[in-house]
């Protein structure tokens, strides 16, 4: 059987820890070349993928985002879950907490950010009303209620271009905006699923306060050292949700 769900693993999550019979593979297409490890949890078949490469080597604004889309896809992934490592706009999400991203507002500036190219691919223009997956963001909230974890179930994801951090000009501005996270990569990923027909959630832990909120400069260290901190919870999050997620898709993300 074909493996249904598809792992992203962000900023310091680089390894399908839970899997079992892990088998690593690289898949090519036209958008470019992929490193994978395909395993199981308690014989459901998972994929994982990390988004910046072995050893944090590739930055945000250069992920191949599309080829990484299109090998799940061409695998047969219909549901992703991907992890993000945010900082916090919003006093209520305080580091170390989870948040279950239902909106995002895009300030990327130089990416490939779809598949509808025009020529032989055509030009679609891709509903946004619910860009993250809200079935499966019910099962993770459902999930972590379960394992008694605390989650925001909503939060608006800006996502900035990067690699840099932002200035707190910036995130005063995103702030006025109605967003409550700031992170590098939701975007163009979560759009490029949808394009694709692929159901896909974010789990977003706050890593730290933004630019001007916190107060201290930020490293990236303290951003990878707080996901530590937090990582068994995330993880037990994941395999909990890839668990009872039901076959049938109860959602309007594969139209
Ligand atoms: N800004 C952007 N991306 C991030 C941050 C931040 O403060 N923390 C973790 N990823």
Request: with cysteine; glycine share 10%; net charge negative.
């Amino acid at each position: 059987m074909a493996p249904q769900i598809g792992i992203i693993g962000g900023t310091g999550v680089y390894n399908p820890q839970l899997l079992s019979d892990v088998k690593e593979k690289v898949v090519t297409n036209l958008y470019g070349e992929v490193k994978l490890a395909l395993g199981t949890y308690r014989g459901i078949e998972v994929v994982f993928m990390t988004r910046h490469g072995a050893g944090h080597s590739v930055p945000p604004h250069l992920v191949n985002y599309r080829a990484n889309i299109w090998a799940l896809k061409e695998l047969g992934v219909e549901r992703i879950l991907a992890t993000a490592a945010v900082g916090s706009l919003n006093e209520v999400m305080e580091p170390g907490h989870f948040v279950l991203v239902d909106q995002f507002l895009d300030f990327t500036k130089n990416r490939q950010n779809t598949f509808y190219d025009g020529g032989e691919m055509g030009v679609v223009h891709t509903d946004m009303t619910n860009p993250y997956c809200p079935h499966l963001r019910e099962v993770l909230a459902e999930s972590a209620q379960d394992l008694n974890i605390t989650v925001h179930k909503t939060g608006t994801y800006v996502c900035a271009e990067g690699p840099r951090f932002e200035t707190p000009a910036e995130i005063k501005m995103y702030r006025m905006l109605g967003g409550d996270l700031v992170g590098m990569t939701s975007v163009p990923e979560v759009t490029l699923a949808r394009e694709a027909g692929i159901c896909y959630a974010t789990v977003a832990m706050v890593t730290n306060f933004a630019a001007g909120i916190s107060p201290r400069e930020l490293t990236h260290q303290e951003v990878v050292e707080t996901m530590k901190a937090n990582g068994e919870n995330l993880n037990k999050l994941l395999m909990k949700t890839v668990e009872t997620i039901p076959e049938e898709r109860r959602c309007r993300c594969q139209n």
